[in-house]
């Protein structure tokens, strides 16, 4: 069974910077897309970046310029550099895999980590 841990995260200030990493691992044959997404409360679930596994990079608009999504194949890793933080990143991030298993391919969430930040 895959399973998608994720760590980094926490309190800062406005301006400040937060780091998130998420290893994939059980039964992996390959990795698809990998991605961050967010939900803040009372909100729908967003995606913030993915990456391919060739590195082909998308970010949502509101995070261009600011964040920076990459990963290890080898590693099976996802991370998310999140700098010049705004309040309104303030949210749960989630990590997301397309995973290419014996049985299938299937998309794999990690459980969540909060990131707040403060005005």
């Known amino acids: 069974q895959v399973a998608l841990v994720e760590s980094g995260g926490g309190f800062v200030q406005a301006g400040g910077s937060l780091g998130l990493s998420c290893v994939a691992s059980?039964?992996?044959?390959?990795?698809?897309?990998m991605a961050w997404y967010r939900q803040a409360p009372g909100e729908q679930r967003e995606l913030v970046a993915s990456?391919?596994?060739?590195?082909?990079?998308y970010y949502t608009d509101s995070v261009k310029g600011r964040f920076t999504i990459a990963r290890d194949n080898a590693k099976n890793t996802v991370d998310l550099q999140m700098n010049s933080l705004k309040p309104e990143d303030t949210a749960v991030y989630y990590c997301?895999?397309?995973?290419?298993?014996?049985?299938?391919?299937?998309?794999?969430w990690g459980q969540g980590t909060q990131v707040t930040v403060s005005s």
């Open positions: 997301n895999a397309n995973v290419k298993e014996a049985r299938g391919r299937f998309s794999y």
């Open positions: 059980g039964g992996i044959l390959s990795i698809d897309w």
């Open positions: 990456i391919s596994p060739t590195g082909v990079t």
